[in-house]
Every structure is written in structure tokens, then in C-alpha cells.
């Protein structure tokens, strides 16, 4: 149980996450074995697997996707490191208020009168990397400026990475999450795509975002990989954790990694899933575990979408998923459809309430959420469907 304050305390969160692997039945896919020697997490060998588990804490290295386990991902080949160029602005589109709906539905520009964002909030996306220039992200991509002013190949900040600059590929073990999928760079638009005129609109006109890449191009990426995601976003400064994937079992490894984001006071985000499952009696990863905010995809006409887990004890809330248009690699757009996409809507609301009031406490903050949703498919997600003008006014009064 997670206590809550005023009427939702004790909700229970114990499932959701952009659709187990393991959902329907199905075997987690797995990566070898996953051992803890001498306080790290580090790969076992198959022929050093009995010696090393019987003296030491070991489990599957599970495999997690953003298709969310309906198909079985290929091994990732490994690929030449990205050299991206800055790419030209696209020629404006129509109004952004014409291709995506779910600015009106969550209130968005009347949440615009309270706050249009702050550079001063970190949101981590952790996925399959962020096309950092593209036009209307590359003003709101988070930095890491010690290393961007300092000398080339030497870890200038000490925190364990040379070079990171725009975060860290943990696929290839290398400076810079670039996307060469496309999954990441559309859910960091829903963020924080910036208001330029041209394109879309994320839920901050102003943010930054942390580009943190642990799924390969074939949009599949590892229980290692994720833990050491999710520990750089707790280290260099993220308030929000933004994840649009799931798969495998539980994992203990993972569920630490995440408890320890949580202690520090930041908020997890993740998608209950595209299996159409029952989160309540069958349990999805990563939002399953303890704290984690899950997130059900609804659609235009304020259904849930068809493909969207649910569960109105394990599944926090229901946010526009089906048909979202935003931003992918290239300085291009594209309206794509899954949990993937309402677990960014999520995160980008909580980071504008955060600069609202920055002070507010993680209690205060969940307390709001929840209560600030409006009370439709409470069957499917506990709390309702989210209204961002709404929360962020609550936290405006705390």
C-alpha cells in the first residue's frame, strides 16, 4: 500500500506499465542472468552462472519493449554512433488545436494561464533515446553543462560518463541518447514540445528534458540497461521519470531501482499496457511495482482505447493515448497509439504542476492528481481521467 493524503490514501498501485512481456500467459523473455557482486548489478556468464548464484543474488535479466511484449523482439545489432545534425524547420502545419485533440480534452490552455512550464524542471525520458535536434525539442533538451563546456573524452562532472552532454546511450555504452527509433523522440514531444509555431505543443511550452536511451532500434532494451537509466535520471537532477514500456517478470533489481527514485521525492511514470489486460488480477512491469503511477490510454471520445490495460486498483489514471500527433526523429511528425502515449501526457501535467509549486511534497502532489481528475472510467483507472487545468489549480493552492 502507498500512503496517500485526503481521500486516496492508501490506493493501491500494482500494476502498469507499458504491457508485461509476461501479460496473457506468456513466458517473460529474458537476457541471461543478472547477478548483485560486491553492491553492482553485473551480466553472468551461462558457464559462471552456478558458482556465482550460489553465492550471490541472482535473477533473469528480463527483456522489456515498447510494443509491450506482442511481439518478440529481435537481438539488437549493434549500430555506428548517430552524428546528428541540426535539421531545418519543417513548414508550419495546421493549428496544432486541429491535429491533436487531447490538448482540449485535458484543458491544457487554460492550464497555460497558471504556467506554460520552467527550464528549471528535469523530466527523464527513459526509452529508446530523443532526437535533440529536432526543431521543436532542441530548446527544451536538457544538457549536461559541465561536460558540454569541458574538454572532450574526460568526465568533467565525475559522474561516471565522459561526455555526456545530451545523457547516455546505455545500448552502446556511449555519450548521447540519440533515437534511431522514433518511440522516444514521440513521447518526449508530448512532454515538451516547445511553442514555436510550428508543429505541435507538448504540455510545456518551457522544460527540459533528459534524453536517456536503454531500448535499441528495434525497441527492445534490458533490466540492466533500465536500472542504469533510471539511476543517471536520479543522480543528474530529473523531478519526473517518464517510461512508456514494459515486460518481463518481477524484477527485484528493477523494483530497487525504482524505490530508490521514490525516496528522493521523484515522481515514476508508467504505462499500464496494449494488451487489453486486467492489471488488477494479472500484473504488468514496471508500473507494478510499489509507487509507480500507471497510466490507461483513453481516446477522443473519452472511452478507454481498445488496446489499453486497465484496473481500477492497480491502474492510477487514464490519460488521451489513441492518435496522438507529435514529434519523431528527422524534424518530422507522426500520430501514434498505445499507453506509450498517455504515460508522457501524465508526466508532462506533473512536471507543469510542478512549477506551479516546486515545494510541493510527493503526498501533496499525488493527493491532486487523483483528486483533480475528472470521475470517467474510475472502473478502468482508479482516479478518473486527468484535467491538467484542474491540477494544476489545486497545486496552485497548496
Not at 8 to 25: M, P, R
Request: aromatic residues 8%.
Amino acid at each position: 500500500m502507498v500512503e496517500r493524503q485526503g481521500r486516496w490514501t492508501s490506493f493501491l498501485l500494482v500494476v502498469a506499465a507499458g504491457v508485461s512481456g509476461c501479460g496473457l500467459g506468456r513466458e517473460p523473455e529474458t537476457r541471461g542472468t543478472l547477478a548483485v557482486v560486491g553492491g553492482k548489478v553485473v551480466q553472468v556468464q551461462e558457464s559462471e552462472k552456478a558458482t556465482v548464484c550460489d553465492e550471490n543474488f541472482c535473477e533473469p535479466n528480463y527483456i522489456y519493449t515498447v510494443n509491450f511484449g506482442r511481439t518478440r523482439p529481435q537481438p539488437p545489432a549493434p549500430v555506428p554512433a548517430p552524428s546528428p545534425t541540426r535539421t531545418p524547420g519543417p513548414v508550419p502545419p495546421q493549428p496544432y488545436e486541429q491535429l491533436d485533440y487531447s490538448r482540449e480534452i485535458l484543458r491544457v490552455p487554460d492550464a497555460w494561464n497558471l504556467s506554460v512550464g520552467s527550464d528549471e524542471i528535469v523530466v527523464a525520458v527513459v526509452d529508446t533515446g530523443v532526437d535533440y535536434t529536432h526543431p521543436d525539442l532542441r530548446n527544451n533538451i536538457w544538457r549536461n553543462l559541465k561536460e558540454a563546456s569541458g574538454r572532450t573524452g574526460v568526465d568533467d562532472d565525475g559522474n561516471g560518463y565522459v561526455d555526456d552532454i545530451y545523457g547516455w546511450d546505455f545500448v552502446n555504452n556511449r555519450p548521447n541518447a540519440f533515437d534511431d527509433n522514433k518511440h522516444g523522440t514521440h513521447c518526449a514531444g508530448i512532454i515538451g514540445a516547445e511553442k514555436n509555431g510550428i508543429g505541435t505543443v507538448g504540455i510545456n511550452q518551457k522544460v527540459k528534458i533528459m534524453p536517456l536511451k536503454f531500448l535499441a532500434a528495434n525497441g527492445s532494451g534490458d533490466t540492466r540497461a533500465a536500472i542504469q537509466a533510471i539511476d543517471y535520471a536520479v543522480a543528474n537532477g530529473a523531478r519526473v521519470i517518464s517510461n512508456s514500456w514494459g515486460g518481463g517478470g518481477f524484477s527485484s533489481l528493477l523494483n530497487d531501482a525504482i524505490q530508490r527514485a521514490i525516496a528522493k521525492g521523484i515522481f515514476v511514470v508508467a504505462a499500464a499496457g496494449n494488451e487489453s489486460n486486467d492489471n488488477d488480477s494479472r500484473p504488468t512491469y514496471p508500473a507494478g511495482y510499489a509507487g509507480v503511477i500507471s497510466v490507461a490510454s483513453s481516446d477522443q471520445s473519452d472511452g478507454l482505447s481498445s488496446f489499453s490495460n486497465y484496473g481500477p486498483r492497480s491502474v492510477f489514471i487514464a490519460a488521451p493515448g489513441s492518435s496522438i500527433y507529435s514529434t519523431v526523429p528527422g524534424g518530422s511528425y507522426e500520430q501514434l497509439s498505445g499507453t506509450s502515449m498517455a504515460t508522457p501526457q501524465v508526466s508532462g501535467a506533473i512536471a507543469l504542476a510542478l512549477s506551479v509549486n516546486r515545494g510541493a511534497t510527493r503526498g501533496q502532489m499525488l493527493d491532486a492528481l487523483c483528486g483533480s481528475a475528472r470521475k470517467i472510467l474510475t472502473n478502468k483507472a482508479g482516479c478518473g481521467r486527468m484535467d491538467v487545468a484542474e491540477l494544476l489549480r489545486r497545486v496552485s493552492q497548496i
